[in-house]
């Protein structure tokens, strides 16, 4: 059985749990939902802003959908039984520049998961709008087979890899390639920004101000 084949297998056995909401498909239509409104957002692929920028909007978008976990940008912390230690890869050493607008870290860009516990973490994203589509062997992919290795360090269900761009008419587009049980799932997703409207999840917290 494919790794695909046994993850929709198991996804089907889930959904039969109504108190489970955070089955592939579920994690898969908020994940692409969220995408498509935040590439209605004004101007915020115009410029070479910094890919950190893409990720805490989208954080905000995912936020609602997955209450009562937490949305988190570069969450650098991981719970285990000898208590709060640091995520490490085995990496060597990568030169970061304060001028980067790559976002070159070790640490998940976002993370979805129960801050203090390895027993909800969810979901893991990489998001790049520079380079090439998503190689194997590619830093990236290394990064999300690693975070969803069920035998290793992270156990997140799912992996996302993001790849943000413009296509030859100017319209915003997000590639998206899955992950889990420690590799690619055969499964990808195309969103585009035509099919939603923009709204600003901040909206009601100005108007309070």
């Not at 970061?96 to 390895?118: E, L, S």
């Not at 799912?158 to 390639?177: E, P, Q, S």
Request: glycine share 6%; proline share 4%.
């Amino acid at each position: 059985m494919s790794i695909l084949q046994a993850m929709l297998h198991a996804s089907r056995k889930v959904r039969m749990k109504p108190e489970n909401k955070w089955d592939f498909e579920s994690v898969r239509a908020v994940v692409r939902s969220a995408i498509r409104k935040l590439l209605k957002e004004p101007k915020l692929l115009d410029f070479q802003i910094n890919e950190r920028t893409l990720t805490q909007r989208l954080s905000m978008r995912l936020q609602p959908a997955f209450h009562p976990l937490f949305v988190d940008c570069e969450y650098n912390r991981m719970w285990t039984e000898q208590g709060d230690r640091v995520k490490r890869l085995r990496w060597r050493a990568e030169l970061t520049r304060t001028d980067d607008i790559n976002g070159n870290t070790v640490y998940p860009d976002i993370v979805v998961h129960k801050r203090g516990t390895q027993a909800e973490n969810r979901l893991v994203i990489e998001a790049k709008r520079r380079g090439s589509t998503l190689a194997k062997g590619h830093k990236d992919y290394r990064k999300l087979c690693a975070f969803t290795n069920p035998k290793g360090l992270f156990h997140y269900n799912l992996g996302a890899h993001l790849y943000f761009r413009r296509n030859g008419h100017g319209r915003a587009r997000c590639h998206i390639v899955w992950f889990a049980r420690g590799d690619v799932t055969g499964v990808t997703d195309d969103v585009d920004n035509v099919t939603a409207s923009f709204r600003n999840p901040c909206a009601p917290a100005l108007r309070k101000m």
